[in-house]
């Protein structure tokens, strides 16, 4: 099997000052799952154990001169630890600034090797970073794991596939800053996160111990998806009697997750997403969190880039 391709300076700055921060933040190791037409950076979706976090990236949003060849019709997947990646990518910016120039310059060569380290008998696999300079090339080696089988290629295609359901109502969270704050605080109180998401527009935070309830409601949100007019009488009553009688309904659905993956999941918003929408998968499998990237300097989706997550449940949750 063989992949190797050039980032592009705007797939370094997607990279470097966006996408790797947020993906270090959700967890040490990570897949990295390439095909023809994307690069795919996923986690946890083999092993079912907290946060999903899938990042998907158009070939041609990243790279120029993509080439990539195996007998799993090009397929490549592996492990990688995010934050060696991140540190790679990081150092290969900071000498191609500093020494890159000419046509050269800014152009990052990235590769699959086979090399044999010091005091090993067997050539382990690499992701090779190399910088040209005008005079000299930095070589950086970032180790992987052994590329999967096509077993396992085809469980993790499969995985991907399952991942990609979105919830019937998705309602959007215009302030980020303003929910991470509030679920830091929380984090002070209890483990669990009890979630509502009505088709009125509502969202409704909850968590509760045996000496304290402390809740927040983001109401009248922009609601994509099956959505419904919230009743009359309900405007004066509380946010969990709204919350409780929405349900009750079946305009609503409610789920636990736990405080640290809400707050883990939040991470995303240093990749600088332009819109956040929440929603509760069917039968309350999951709750999904969808950021949405807008073409600079329009309101059009960039559909080349796509980064979604999905909390476990840890209540059936009811609907």
């Known amino acids: 099997m063989k992949f190797k391709a050039f980032l592009t300076e705007h797939g370094v700055n997607l990279l470097e000052r966006r996408f790797l921060p947020a993906l270090d933040k959700m967890g040490k190791i990570c897949h990295l799952f390439l095909t023809r037409d994307h690069a795919i950076f996923l986690h946890n979706l083999l092993n079912g154990d907290g946060v999903q976090c899938i990042a998907q990236f158009r070939n041609e949003a990243l790279f120029d001169d993509y080439r990539i060849s195996s007998q799993n019709e090009d397929r ?24 890159g120039n000419g046509p050269s310059a800014n152009r990052l060569q990235i590769k699959l090797v086979k090399k044999l380290p010091l005091n090993c008998t067997q050539p382990m696999p690499f992701l090779t970073f190399e910088t040209k300079g005008y005079k000299s090339a930095v070589i950086q080696d970032v ?39 509030f679920v830091e605080r929380m984090k002070q109180v209890g483990d669990l996160l009890n979630v509502s998401i009505s088709k009125y527009g509502d969202l409704h935070v909850q968590i509760s111990t045996t000496l304290i309830t402390l809740g ?38 409610r789920v636990q997750v736990s405080v640290k993956h809400f707050s883990r999941s939040l991470h995303c918003h240093l990749a ?16 999904t969190v969808i950021f949405q990237f ?21 209540d059936p949750g009811s609907s």
Not at 222 to 250: C, K, M
Request: charged fraction near 20%; proline fraction near 7%.
């Open 76 to 99: 490549i997947a592996f492990a990688i630890d995010v934050s060696l990646l991140f540190r790679a990518v990081r150092s290969s910016v900071s000498i191609c600034t500093e020494f």
């Open 143 to 181: 180790p992987i794991s052994k590329p999967l089988s096509r077993a396992q290629v085809l469980e993790l295609q499969t995985a991907l596939e399952l991942a990609q359901d979105i919830p019937q109502t998705l309602v959007q969270v215009p302030d980020l800053n303003q929910l991470q704050n």
């Open 216 to 253: 927040a409601e983001f109401r009248k949100l922009l609601v994509i998806g099956e959505h419904a007019e919230a009743p009359s009488d309900d405007r004066n009553q509380s946010a969990q009697t709204r919350s409780e009688r929405a349900i009750s309904r079946g305009d609503a659905q």
């Open 272 to 287: 600088k997403p332009d819109c956040t929408f929440y929603g509760i998968a069917p039968q309350g499998s999951c709750l």
């Open 294 to 314: 807008f073409i600079p300097g329009t309101h059009q989706t960039d559909k080349s880039i796509s980064l979604h997550c999905r909390l476990p449940v840890l």
